[in-house]
């Protein structure tokens, strides 16, 4: 059998791992760190790596491939892979935009809405035998009508914002430059818009750039009625502030599906019952992940085809 040209990365399920074989031929590992455990051969004939997953690809690693001509990423996130050692390799990098929006979005406002109307917590007042017990849950708060900030009004933060139009909020945003908007209210700086709504939803880009973007005078910005929900990457939020703004009621809650450290996420959220907690599954949908995986495939096929790819990031 000869030696494979698609290296698959990643921890992939059966929707995944059958088409990668079938389609690609690819060979599978669980990390990155396992590159440096294959024979010379095999390592020399891989052209493609097809990458899913939250551990740093660098170019450390890129040499051990050496015709290594694209990594394609499972995500639109592709801060795991440094693409400037990438660039300087002369090696591709694509991901897969757009196709998650929707679900993405989708779980954004059900954070948001989770938050504002209680609603895991109404279910445990429910299940626990209180409301038999101890009669009605305490008045939650209004959130159609409220006033909303996306930071970031890129193609997730846009889908977030034309949903909550349609709970008819008042919706204000901040972006590097003003967009083009039906009438949304735009701010140059995330202090500015967090003093000026009451959630918060961060859409940000992850990586070294927006680390800590959502800083703690943001957060104190926001004040006491406020509640950040979170659908970006761990790194953009300044998590010891909002740890300490959440313990403190400085701020309301949080709605959070990204974290620092993921999966083994700070124990002090556990101990708040103003978050919702997810464990990152914006996209986590069969119909998504089937589409985000036929896009990685289809990048691989071009390039191995000397095609142009679909998606690329540099
Ligand atoms: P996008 O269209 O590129 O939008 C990204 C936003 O980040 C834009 O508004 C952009 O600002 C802003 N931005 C980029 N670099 C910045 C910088 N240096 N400083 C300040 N703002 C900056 O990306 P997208 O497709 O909407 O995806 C956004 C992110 O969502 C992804 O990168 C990923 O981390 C995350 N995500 C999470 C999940 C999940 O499962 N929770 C799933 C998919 C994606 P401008 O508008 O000024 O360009």
């Known amino acids: 059998m000869s030696n494979p040209t698609t290296l698959a990365i990643g921890q992939y399920t059966d929707m995944d791992t059958g088409p990668l074989a079938r ?6 590992l669980d990390s990155v760190s396992g590159i440096a455990g294959l024979p010379d051969a095999v390592r ?15 170019g450390a690693a890129m040499d051990l491939l050496p015709n290594l001509g694209v990594i394609a990423n499972y995500g639109v996130g592709y801060d795991a892979i440094n693409v400037a050692d990438a660039t300087a390799r002369g ?8 196709v998650l929006n929707d679900d993405v979005a989708d779980l954004a406002v ?5 938050q504002g109307r209680r609603v895991v917590q109404a279910s445990d007042w429910v299940r626990s035998g209180n409301w038999a017990n101890s009669g009605e849950i305490a008045l939650s708060r209004k959130v159609s009508g409220g006033r909303v900030g996306i930071v970031g009004l890129g193609r997730i933060g846009r889908e977030i914002a034309d949903r909550l139009a349609g709970f008819k909020m008042d919706i204000h945003y901040t972006s590097r430059s003003e967009k083009q908007t039906p009438g949304w209210t735009y701010h140059a700086d995330p202090v500015s818009l967090a003093g000026a709504v009451d959630y918060l939803v961060v859409a940000l880009v ?18 006491k009625d406020g ?15 909002l740890l300490d703004a959440l313990e403190s009621g400085a701020i309301a809650g949080a709605g959070l599906d990204v974290f620092l450290n993921e ?8 101990a708040l019952d103003t978050v919702v907690l997810q464990p990152h599954h914006g996209s986590g949908t069969v119909d998504t992940r089937r589409a985000m995986g036929q896009l990685q495939r289809d990048n691989i096929a071009a390039f191995q085809a000397g095609r142009a790819v679909l998606t690329p990031v540099n």
Do not use: C, Q, W
């Open 23 to 28: 389609d690609l031929g690819a060979m599978t």
């Open 44 to 58: 020399a004939g891989i052209t493609a790596v097809a990458f899913k997953g939250h551990v740093a690809f660098d």
């Open 91 to 98: 090696i591709k990098v694509t991901n897969t935009p757009d």
């Open 110 to 114: 059900a954070m948001l809405l989770a």
């Open 206 to 223: 992850g990586g070294a750039e927006t680390a800590g973007y959502v800083s703690a005078e943001v957060i104190r910005a926001l004040g």
């Open 227 to 241: 509640v950040i929900v979170n659908i970006s990457r761990g790194s953009t939020i300044d998590e010891a502030a």
């Open 263 to 270: 999966p083994k996420i700070d124990a002090r959220f556990m």
